[in-house]
């Protein structure tokens, strides 16, 4: 087979291209050899039958988004709408079990018409007016989309309206006949990481090149923005750059083009509503002759601020167990979200005239997982809130705060949870460091296959959540579900995450295999039924758990997978991560990345677990080469992998429905084979007539 320039000694560094032929030719073997083994069976035929009833349910709870103009919107599929519908009501008509909807767009029948595989990303609504809106479709689900004019009160495209061609673009309304927009304005546009370096504002009517430049970043910056605040009596622009994936500076944009900083923290996160501005902090801020902690919730009058007062006001702080999770604005109240071990909390805090009053947020049940959907701060002080558990579905109410709350809608059960029991337990670390994990199953059944998913990235929170998909395919066929909320995480707040950043991630990885161990002490699993999945972030742990930990599972899953740590930052957005990973073009950096890289720690001579990779060649953010090239690596030493690669899918590595149910099945499937002990035709296997003579944990190549 060809291979393409070669780059130090990476044999397969053909296989970043992304339709090479030779690549392609891969694909297609390794997707042939992965269905003829595993989708044969019965039990996959009914497990994608059972997942895909459960993502078309009609039970399912349509969520709702508010715009501001007093309608529910929705973006719903089934399998009559495949691709989707974009849908509107009324409140009164959203209450009823079968409301009226009134369809805006059939991505269907546009993708029909325009004989494009419209894949539905987002839209942005004019406010005030809401009548008009910008509407993204990405091709096969990728980042990159189409931005388009639409009309809401005809229902249609706007002819000559605001359009973009295909790129990751950001755009957001000024004005009826102005918006900000970034995208890829030709050559030297674009920075690093593969995102806007430029910002416009562009006038209705006028071609995008005589759009008006409104900031400029640096070629090594994440990307650049600008945005429009439209709340009325408090009109201001913004515009900044995204220094890294953690810091930014940013600016008021005043009407004569004035830029003027907004002197928070880098690393911290602002927001503004109305005369008020809150800043979030991740690491510790000394102002004013106080330090406040990482993780803390500070509030401050805005033009004050920007005048250079620094009287801030603490609205959360947080403690060795708890961390703030998200806020949000109703029109004259901020609704704090936190989790105590894990555990959500809702309280409305409320300004006055001698200072924040408190008091828990109404209608949230005590033992589910709450989060507010949507509120409509511009207006009133409504909410919605939802609420769910591991075996509890979804229920959505609607709130007033200092008001009444009902109860809009509830998910059907998917699966029956009688014999099902939640428990949580503290897993201790290599190094001390208490790890809660949740157990979702039969307590009195122990010793099981056992699925355990974590992620441990980017402060994103593994909190509780009713999964259909899970309950049916997984617990009700008698299998534990274990969720690990390891080091790297946003549960107990920035330093939460910051203790497994750059060099420091072993940490993370330490902290998930010691749940490994403790199932196994516990006696809820051992290592032979243990199995575990992760995507993305959570597919580098994938890999190091199997190549540094192999002795703990039984099979491995790993879905659209960072996994060449030493190429990440030179493929699609990975420049973008190097803050939370590091620099590999840095000697200091690659000194700790090469030893956890899963790619350059395959080894020979020694037993891996199974294990499934699953990518998309639509995959715009985690370059599908990093799986290809590591099953290519394994099967090179004769390890069991099995390789899909769906031709759709972006990041989801599913563009709709069918193909959600379809890899979800293979999951399941390829789980159930392995570790429930039933006799099986192996994966693919391919040895090296080296690999035999190649002595057990040597690595072979850096």
């Given at each position: 087979?060809?291979?393409?320039?070669?780059?130090?000694?990476?044999?397969?560094?053909?296989?970043?291209?992304?339709?090479?032929?030779?690549?392609?030719?891969w694909?297609?073997?390794?997707?042939?050899?992965?269905?003829?083994?595993?989708?044969?069976?019965?039990?996959?035929?009914?497990?994608?039958?059972?997942?895909?009833?459960?993502?078309?349910?009609?039970?399912?709870?349509?969520?709702?988004?508010?715009?501001?103009?007093?309608?529910?919107?929705?973006f719903?599929?089934?399998?009559?709408?495949?691709?989707?519908?974009?849908?509107?009501?009324?409140?009164?008509?959203?209450?009823?079990?079968?409301?009226?909807?009134?369809?805006?767009?059939?991505?269907?029948?546009?993708?029909?018409?325009?004989?494009?595989?419209?894949?539905?990303?987002?839209?942005?609504?004019?406010?005030?007016?809401?009548?008009?809106?910008?509407?993204?479709?990405?091709?096969?689900?990728?980042?990159?989309?189409?931005?388009?004019?639409?009309?809401?009160?005809?229902?249609?495209?706007?002819?000559?309206?605001?359009?973009?061609?295909?790129?990751?673009?950001?755009?957001?309304?000024?004005?009826?006949?102005?918006?900000?927009?970034g995208?890829?304005?030709?050559?030297?546009?674009?920075?690093?990481?593969?995102?806007?370096?430029?910002?416009?504002?562009?006038?209705r009517?006028?071609?995008?090149?005589?759009?008006?430049?409104?900031?400029?970043?640096?070629?090594?910056?994440?990307?650049?923005?600008?945005?429009?605040?439209?709340?009325?009596?408090f009109?201001?622009?913004f515009?900044?750059?995204?220094?890294?994936?953690?810091?930014?500076?940013?600016?008021?944009?005043?009407?004569s083009?004035?830029?003027?900083?907004?002197?928070?923290?880098?690393?911290?996160?602002?927001?503004?509503h109305?005369?008020?501005?809150?800043?979030?902090?991740?690491?510790?801020?000394?102002?004013?002759?106080?330090?406040h902690?990482?993780?803390?919730?500070?509030?401050?009058?805005?033009?004050?601020?920007?005048?250079?007062?620094?009287?801030?006001?603490?609205?959360?702080?947080?403690?060795?167990?708890?961390a703030?999770?998200?806020?949000?604005?109703?029109?004259?109240?901020?609704?704090?979200?936190?989790?105590?071990?894990?555990?959500?909390?809702?309280?409305?805090?409320t300004?006055?005239?001698?200072?924040?009053?408190?008091?828990?947020?109404?209608?949230?049940?005590?033992?589910d997982?709450?989060?507010?959907?949507?509120?409509?701060?511009?207006?009133?002080?409504?909410?919605?809130?939802?609420?769910?558990?591991?075996?509890?579905?979804?229920?959505?109410?609607?709130?007033?705060?200092g008001g009444?709350?009902?109860?809009?809608?509830?998910?059907?059960?998917?699966?029956?949870?009688?014999?099902?029991?939640?428990?949580?337990?503290?897993?201790?670390?290599?190094?001390?460091?208490?790890?809660?994990?949740?157990v979702?199953?039969?307590?009195?059944?122990?010793?099981?296959?056992?699925?355990?998913?974590?992620?441990?990235?980017?402060?994103?929170?593994?909190?509780?959540?009713?999964?259909?998909?899970?309950?049916?395919?997984?617990l009700?066929?008698?299998?534990?579900?274990?969720?690990?909320?390891?080091?790297?995480?946003?549960?107990?707040?920035?330093?939460?995450?910051?203790?497994?950043?750059?060099?420091?991630?072993?940490?993370?990885?330490?902290?998930?295999?010691?749940?490994?161990?403790?199932?196994?002490?516990?006696?809820?699993?051992?290592?032979?039924?243990?199995?575990?999945?992760?995507?993305?972030n959570g597919?580098?742990?994938?890999?190091?758990?199997?190549?540094?930990?192999?002795?703990?599972?039984?099979?491995?899953?790993?879905?659209?997978?960072?996994l060449?740590?030493?190429?990440?930052?030179?493929?699609?957005?990975?420049?973008?991560?190097?803050?939370e990973?590091g620099?590999?073009?840095?000697?200091?950096?690659?000194?700790?990345?090469?030893?956890?890289?899963?790619?350059?720690?395959v080894?020979?001579?020694?037993?891996?677990?199974?294990?499934?990779?699953?990518?998309s060649?639509?995959d715009?953010r985690?370059?599908?080469?990093?799986?290809?090239?590591?099953?290519?690596?394994?099967?090179?030493?004769?390890?069991?992998?099995?390789?899909?690669?769906?031709?759709e899918?972006?990041?989801g590595?599913?563009?709709?429905n069918?193909?959600?149910?379809?890899?979800?099945?293979?999951?399941?499937?390829?789980?159930?084979?392995?570790?429930?002990g039933?006799?099986?035709?192996?994966?693919?296997?391919?040895?090296?007539?080296?690999?035999?003579?190649?002595?057990?944990?040597?690595?072979?190549?850096?």
């Open positions: 087979m060809a291979r393409l320039i070669d780059e130090g000694d990476d044999p397969y560094l053909w296989l970043e291209e992304l339709d090479g032929a030779d690549a392609a030719g694909v297609r073997d390794r997707n042939a050899e992965t269905l003829t083994t595993l989708t044969g069976s019965e039990t996959f035929t009914a497990l994608r039958t059972e997942i895909r009833s459960v993502l078309d349910a009609e039970g399912r709870i349509p969520c709702p988004g508010w715009r501001g103009d007093d309608f529910y919107y929705n719903w599929t089934d399998a009559t709408h495949p691709r989707g519908v974009w849908r509107r009501t009324t409140l009164d008509q959203y209450r009823r079990p079968e409301p009226e909807w009134d369809v805006l767009l059939d991505v269907d029948a546009l993708a029909a018409e325009e004989g494009e595989n419209w894949v539905w990303q987002e839209v942005t609504v004019l406010r005030p007016g809401y009548q008009r809106c910008l509407i993204s479709l990405s091709r096969g689900g990728a980042d990159a989309v189409v931005v388009r004019e639409f009309d809401l009160v005809r229902r249609a495209f706007v002819e000559d309206g605001f359009t973009l061609p295909e790129a990751k673009t950001g755009v957001c309304w000024i004005d009826a006949d102005h918006i900000y927009v995208t890829d304005f030709g050559p030297g546009s674009l920075t690093s990481s593969g995102y806007p370096r430029i910002a416009k504002r562009w006038r009517g006028t071609p995008l090149s005589a759009a008006d430049v409104v900031h400029e970043g640096r070629a090594d910056d994440v990307g650049v923005h600008a945005w429009h605040d439209a709340t009325p009596g009109e201001r622009d515009v900044g750059r995204s220094l890294d994936f953690y810091r930014r500076e940013s600016y008021l944009l005043t009407e083009g004035e830029r003027i900083r907004i002197a928070v923290p880098e690393d911290a996160q602002w927001d503004v109305r005369e008020w501005l809150l800043i979030r902090l991740r690491s510790p801020w000394t102002v004013g002759g106080v330090t902690p990482a993780g803390a919730l500070l509030a401050t009058r805005f033009d004050a601020f920007l005048a250079g007062a620094r009287e801030l006001a603490v609205l959360f702080r947080p403690d060795a167990r708890t703030l999770s998200d806020y949000l604005w109703t029109r004259n109240h901020l609704i704090l979200a936190t989790l105590a071990d894990v555990r959500s909390r809702l309280e409305v805090l300004p006055g005239e001698t200072g924040w009053r408190r008091e828990p947020l109404a209608g949230v049940p005590e033992f997982h709450s989060r507010i959907v949507k509120t409509d701060p511009d207006h009133n002080d409504a909410y919605l809130l939802a609420s769910e558990g591991f075996l509890q579905p979804a229920a959505l109410r609607l709130g007033q705060v009444a709350v009902e109860t809009l809608k509830r998910e059907p059960a998917f699966f029956d949870p009688d014999g099902l029991a939640v428990r949580q337990f503290f897993a201790t670390s290599a190094d001390g460091t208490r790890v809660p994990y949740f979702v199953g039969d307590p009195d059944a122990p010793g099981g296959p056992t699925l355990l998913t974590g992620y441990g990235g980017y402060e994103v929170s593994q909190t509780p959540d009713y999964s259909g998909i899970v309950g049916r395919g997984w009700a066929r008698g299998g534990s579900y274990v969720v690990a909320n390891i080091r790297g995480g946003g549960e107990y707040g920035p330093e939460w995450h910051r203790a497994a950043m750059r060099e420091k991630r072993p940490r993370a990885f330490e902290d998930f295999a010691a749940v490994a161990a403790d199932l196994v002490k516990r006696g809820i699993t051992t290592p032979e039924r243990l199995g575990i999945e992760g995507g993305s597919g580098l742990l994938m890999g190091v758990m199997l190549t540094r930990y192999p002795a703990l599972f039984g099979a491995v899953v790993a879905s659209v997978p960072v060449d740590m030493r190429r990440y930052h030179r493929l699609l957005a990975g420049a973008s991560w190097m803050a990973y620099d590999p073009d840095r000697e200091a950096d690659w000194a700790y990345l090469r030893e956890f890289s899963p790619y350059h720690n080894r020979g001579g020694r037993p891996y677990p199974p294990v499934l990779f699953i990518t060649t639509r715009d985690v370059h599908p080469g990093h799986a290809r090239k590591m099953a290519a690596r394994l099967r090179e030493h004769g390890h069991e992998v099995a390789y899909y690669e769906n031709v899918g972006g990041h590595a599913a563009a709709n069918e193909q959600c149910a379809f890899v979800w099945a293979l999951t399941l499937e390829f789980l159930r084979r392995k570790l429930t039933e006799p099986h035709a192996p994966l693919p296997r391919q040895l090296s007539p080296d690999d035999a003579a190649e002595p057990a944990g040597r690595r072979l190549w850096r």
